[in-house]
């Protein structure tokens, strides 16, 4: 029986499928995926297993019985790579091309669209695998870069704060938690201290919930977008009409709407 997520202590659904007691899974029958072919509604189930054969895996079907016997035979073709001669990580992969995607052959002419991560994210040649498997490419200086509008929404939603369900691994994310956290003060972004005992969550809190620090992360994250804001919109208009600049929008969206609902910033 695989570990489940908090959210769904008192879902009388549960999975179907033999997966590992290590496994932690979550699952919903209205998920929206955005691509940059459109988007479309999907029932989902995701999966994070800890037993070396991958890091995230999400499987998609019309319920969620079918989206879990989708993820659940992706965690056994690469649970099989991994107990069977291990991984190739590779912290490149290349993309599907655009268009019908029938003839996946490069042109002549034409620029292979490839994926690569620096964050320590890697690819398995032989399964498609993805985890956290190489460490992370530092740009030297990047530490000062100012904050991405995902960065702020990061804050924003008390992403500084361990939650009791942490599923990631501690040590490196409370090193990028306590990066961005040093990055938001060199930037003057105020935060209030995720340490304290007023911020602290049970292990039982609802986590979509908001509370007293999200609340306060919150509101710190829109004043400072109220007197960043045209930078943060250039560099969302900069990002064009891709995954990345999409989300960025929205993001900014909603800090304007709370800006101009504090009185910080006039009403377009």
Request: glycine letters at 10%; proline letters at 6%; hydrophobic letters at 35%.
């Amino acid at each position: 029986m695989p570990r489940i997520a908090p959210q769904h202590a008192t879902d009388p659904w549960r999975p179907l499928c033999a997966w590992s007691d290590t496994c932690l899974v979550q699952w919903g029958g209205k998920g929206v995926v955005l691509s940059e072919s459109g988007s479309y509604g999907t029932a989902f189930f995701e999966a994070f297993p800890s037993d070396g054969s991958g890091g995230y895996l999400r499987g998609e079907g019309k319920t969620v019985e079918e989206a879990e016997a989708d993820c659940f035979s992706q965690w056994q073709r690469q649970h099989a790579c991994h107990t069977t001669g291990g991984h190739r990580w590779t912290r490149a992969r290349r993309l599907k091309p655009r268009g019908d995607g029938k003839d996946p052959r490069p042109r002549r002419g034409h620029v292979v669209r490839v994926n690569t991560y620096t964050n320590g994210g890697c690819f398995c040649l032989k399964c498609g695998a993805f985890a956290t498997a190489m460490t992370e490419v530092v740009e030297l200086g990047a530490w000062k870069a100012p904050l991405s509008a995902s960065e702020l929404e990061t804050i924003a939603d008390g992403g500084l704060r361990q939650e009791p369900w942490e599923r990631r691994d501690p040590v490196r994310w409370a090193k990028y938690r306590r990066r961005l956290a040093l990055r938001a003060k060199l930037h003057g972004l105020l935060l209030p201290n995720p340490n304290h005992p007023a911020h602290t969550l049970a292990p039982d809190a609802d986590p979509f919930e908001d509370d007293a620090f999200r609340t306060a992360c919150r509101e710190a994250v829109v004043r400072f977008y109220a007197k960043e804001h045209l930078r943060l919109r250039d560099e969302a208009n900069a990002q064009g009409l891709g995954i990345t600049g999409l989300f960025d929008g929205l993001h900014l969206a909603s800090f304007h709407r709370d800006a101009v609902s504090m009185g910080l910033l006039p009403a377009e």
